[in-house]
């Protein structure tokens, strides 16, 4: 409606200043499309957590099947050839795969080499994730995560 | 604050905040931590936005709307682009809308939107791009009116609220010959105003000319201001209330759900009691709330299970397509079929079954309402302050250290306070539609009030025991139902 005006009464009349107009209008819908492109690229581009293969990790659960409450979280760190892992610190986290749920926080301490062991309190029945953020005694941070599925009600 | 609302660019104002909000989560929701309480997209979609919608709807009024994002860039996009189309006549209902709220409630459920930021950013993203495609093709708010599944939720929802934008005077609008809040205010646009040999002179000198233009919109949902009953298709733009002429539009108090008890000519609606789209929206909207909920407690994964087995099938879809068809048809179908008729052959009322059960439908959505309240609210009340570490890491990770080091320790209040407001959003859920059920009975049968009442009675307690058990029901959440 503006250009018909503009184009009727407007300093910038004439066909020419209408093809100006409308090559503007096209630049800023590709623009806005190169945008949703960028977005759409950068989906793709998600960030991956310290996955350091030097470190392994295996962990247990008691007891099985996992309950709504406390559990016993027993870990064992070993390098990559086999050697355990001593004197880390690990802290444990628990989160429910649904937002604004409580997390779980638990730390394990060590009662052999490289053998830790820590509680966590399940508080809700349903699909739990641990993070295990460790760090190491020479002072190198990892982030383990497993998947703790179908938490059981009482 | 009734200033500000009157206030040209209040809405915009609003959407602001809202829109950069919203790029946040696409962009967190995308390329963000994969974990759903730990991204800004999933725990602002599915605890804060929806918690705050619905307290916001119960508090105040369908302001949602007013501040939609999806609005604000459609309004930005429209400067580039005029729609040139009218929306279709056979499409001048709600039945796209409810088909798309079910379809939202059944992926939902089927692809655990919840769990996924990624999922949850395209919806974002999805939601957008819809919003642009329908109103960037079709004039008026076309998207708004008949297809935003979100819209038709405030709309029957607000039906409840205690604020509603409306006529103050009704003589003014009787000697008002212009219609501005429904045909919008003209006058000469800012080129032609601005351009030498019009300088000076006032639009007035132009009526009637080509060059007159909308500087002010009018309703773009057809509402007629002084014909208008309730909040129904109303997104609380102010556009009325910033074209009228004599300021004699404003938000206004009244009693929620009055409107449901009435069945006047509605202004660009018609009558409810022959709207079956609107009657099936209430009834999904009511239904719905049930169903929602249910995907969340221990419950139904052993139904899923069970339903698996029986029918020799591991996929959830056609397990939990067949929980949907129940739940929102065939059981819907079923209550309101027996109680229209009872009400015919108790009560005395004069309906046939289906105008009767259309009728009435309407009376469960306060209770709906109440269901909705007391889910969305547990999960906003409970996780309130999630959003500060989510906000905390989400700075964090690009490297800005303002807020300091994530708190995950804050979450909400906890779930014993929480518990006692649920029960009471359903007891106000269970007395708006049962006051609701009663004056619809009064009108219905006259003689026999308390019979044509009764069994609508019965329905709303049947719902309402649903709702209860419920909420005490363990909750369950897992993002893989059928995995045993």
């Known amino acids: ?154 | 604050m009734g200033r500000f609302l009157l206030w040209r660019h209040s809405r915009t104002l609003l959407q602001i905040p809202l829109l950069l909000v919203s790029i946040a989560m696409i962009v967190q929701g995308l390329v963000g931590p994969s974990l759903a309480p730990k991204n800004l997209a999933t725990v602002l979609t599915w605890v804060h936005f929806r918690g705050a919608l619905v307290l916001f709807i119960l508090c105040a009024g369908n302001f949602f709307c007013l501040a939609c994002p999806f609005m604000a860039v459609r309004n930005a996009a429209r400067r580039l682009l005029r729609p040139r189309f009218n929306w279709p006549v056979w499409l001048r209902n709600k039945w796209m809308a409810v088909a798309l709220f079910v379809l939202i409630l059944f992926t939902y459920e089927l692809f655990d939107l919840w769990s996924s930021p990624w999922w949850t950013a395209w919806l974002i993203v999805a939601y957008f791009l819809a919003v642009l495609l329908v109103d960037g093709v079709f004039k008026h708010a076309s998207f708004c009116k008949f297809v935003c599944p979100i819209g038709q939720f405030n709309f029957i929802a607000s039906t409840l609220s205690p604020l509603e934008v409306q006529v103050r005077d009704g003589d003014v609008c009787v000697t008002c010959k212009t219609k501005d809040c429904i045909r919008g205010t003209r006058g000469l646009s800012r080129t032609v105003m601005s351009s030498p040999a019009r300088a000076g002179q006032t639009s007035v000198a132009y009526k009637g000319l080509s060059e007159l233009v909308v500087i002010q919109r009018g309703c773009e949902l057809a509402l007629f201001q002084p014909r208008k009953v309730g909040n129904m298709d109303c997104t609380f733009c102010l556009d009325c209330v910033h074209a009228c002429p004599h300021d004699n539009i404003g938000i206004l108090s009244r009693v929620p759900a009055a409107e449901l008890m009435v069945d006047l000519l509605r202004s660009g609606i018609g009558y409810f009691s022959r709207r079956k789209d609107l009657a099936t929206l209430a009834i999904v909207f009511s239904f719905g709330a049930l169903l929602n909920a249910l995907g969340m407690v221990s419950p139904v994964y052993a139904l899923e299970n069970w339903l698996g087995k029986l029918l020799h099938v591991s996929h959830e879809a056609p397990v939990l397509g067949l929980i949907f068809a129940f739940l929102l048809v065939v059981e819907p179908v079923m209550l309101l079929s027996f109680a229209a008729w009872l009400t015919r052959t108790i009560g005395g009322s004069r309906r046939a079954i289906l105008p009767t059960a259309m009728r009435y439908s309407y009376a469960l959505v306060p209770l709906g309402f109440g269901m909705w309240l007391a889910h969305y609210g547990f999960h906003f009340l409970t996780g309130l302050l999630t959003f500060i570490p989510v906000t905390q890491s989400a700075l964090s990770d690009l490297g800005i250290r303002i807020l300091g080091a994530p708190r995950w320790t804050l979450t909400g209040l906890p779930v014993r306070f929480v518990q006692p407001l649920e029960f009471g959003f359903l007891i106000l859920g269970l007395a708006g539609s049962l006051l609701v059920a009663y004056r619809l009975a009064e009108e219905d049968s006259a003689e026999h009030p308390m019979m044509a009442f009764a069994p609508w009675a019965a329905v709303c307690l049947l719902i309402w025991a649903s709702s209860i058990w419920l909420m005490l029901q363990p909750m369950e959440m897992r993002a893989t139902l059928m995995s045993g």
């Open chain 1, 1 to 154: 409606m503006f250009v018909r005006v503009e184009q009727e009464h407007g300093e910038g009349s004439g066909p020419r200043f209408l093809v100006a107009r409308r090559s503007k209008r096209w630049r800023e819908i590709g623009v806005i499309t190169l945008a949703c492109l960028v977005a759409v690229a950068c989906a793709g581009c998600s960030k991956s957590a310290d996955r350091s293969p030097s470190i392994l990790l295996r962990h247990e659960i008691s007891p099985q099947p996992t309950r709504i409450g406390p559990a016993t979280v027993t870990i064992r760190l070993t390098d990559i050839v086999g050697k355990p892992v001593t004197a880390a610190q690990i802290a444990i986290e628990g989160d429910m795969s649904h937002p604004g749920m409580s997390p779980a926080f638990g730390q394990a301490k060590e009662l052999e080499a490289g053998h830790y062991q820590g509680q966590i309190d399940f508080a809700m029945a349903g699909d739990w994730i641990l993070f295990f953020h460790i760090t190491l005694a020479d002072g190198r941070k990892l982030d383990r995560q497993v998947s703790v599925p179908a938490v059981r009600a009482n």
